[in-house]
């Protein structure tokens, strides 16, 4: 995936919109019903980006797989 043409504050929203949807699944249950792993992959992605731009973020706390059917 490529962010380079996104600014920070982009990345930043689309980050922290995973993460509401993370929590919003974990209320739920803890089980991936908003997100799955393609919202994960793409969450690690954005990631990688804002930490290469040295920004700061909270890494998202993931629900544990084990529940995932």
Do not use: C, H
Not at 10 to 18: D, K, M, P, T, V
Not at 19 to 28: C, F, K, L
């Amino acid at each position: 995936m490529k962010f380079a043409n996104l600014s920070d504050e982009s990345l930043l929203a689309y980050y922290e919109s995973i993460r509401r949807q993370v929590a919003a699944d974990t209320s739920a249950g803890g089980r991936y019903r908003l997100v799955g792993s393609r919202v994960k992959e793409y969450a690690d992605a954005l990631k990688d980006e804002m930490t290469r731009r040295q920004l700061s973020f909270t890494p998202i706390q993931w629900p544990p797989l084990e529940n995932a059917g």
